[in-house]
């Protein structure tokens, strides 16, 4: 079973900026957080990842409360191709237990 | 950089037929993943390898699904003989390796299966 909790969907207008949130309450400390996205029709590609701290990459970042137990991924300036259903997934050290859930779907407005 | 290849791109089958899919990971990826993604969901792992030997297959329905990598690369998926809730796509993924080095996997277009 997915091991985060995610709302099913979430709408923003075009050029402004997305939080997107994801519930892990139970993550263990050796848990790393993963969000992939899937754009209509194509396979799930990464986004970025962390551990503790916050971090950023060219796609987006990604904000890591301090207990852990939840994170949001932050899409600095919203495009219609931005639009897809992202997913937030727990993986530790040894990539066991990759599990995808429903994830959210985004819809951009332009 | 070429990305994961997949073959074929869509099938039609009867139930009880059988089928193949095809995955040709990215050159140097030691760590290769079937995924199947029934409509509406996220993607459900069914197999992992690592080279040519198999990490983790806890979730493929072995007494139907079965897949192989000979020699490490290139890797097919079959289903024989199929039902109606095999209707899905499937995806093929890789990654440099296990741990850390899989946290970014690659994914190809994904098969879409459809089984009447």
């Known amino acids: 079973d997915a091991k985060t909790t995610q709302p099913n969907s979430m709408e923003s207008n075009e050029e402004e900026p997305v939080h997107l949130p994801c519930n892990h309450s139970?993550?263990?400390?050796?848990?790393?957080i993963h969000w992939y996205r899937q754009l209509p029709s194509q396979g799930p590609e990464y986004v970025i990842h962390g551990l503790t701290s916050n971090v950023n990459n060219r796609m987006a970042s990604l904000a890591i409360a301090e207990d852990r137990k939840s994170s949001t991924l932050i899409l600095h300036r919203a495009t219609l191709r931005d639009a897809a259903v992202y997913y937030c997934i727990l993986r530790d050290n040894y990539g066991q237990n990759f599990v995808f859930g429903p994830g959210t779907r985004l819809s951009v407005l332009p | 950089e070429a990305g994961v290849a997949q073959s074929p791109r869509y099938k039609i089958i009867e139930k009880r037929q059988s089928v193949a899919f095809w995955c040709n990971p990215i050159?140097?990826?030691?760590?290769l993943y079937w995924y199947q993604q029934i409509l509406g969901q996220g993607p459900k792992l069914l197999i992992q390898f690592q080279n040519n030997g198999v990490v983790d297959d806890s979730q493929l329905p072995k007494d139907r699904f079965s897949a192989e990598r000979l020699k490490g690369v290139d890797s097919t998926l079959k289903i024989q003989p199929a039902k109606l809730e095999d209707s899905a796509v499937y995806l093929c993924a890789s990654s440099l390796g296990p741990g850390l080095a899989g946290n970014e996997q690659f994914f190809g277009p994904g098969t879409r299966l459809t089984v009447l």
């Open positions: 050159s140097g990826h030691a760590t």
């Open positions: 139970t993550i263990s400390g050796t848990d790393y």
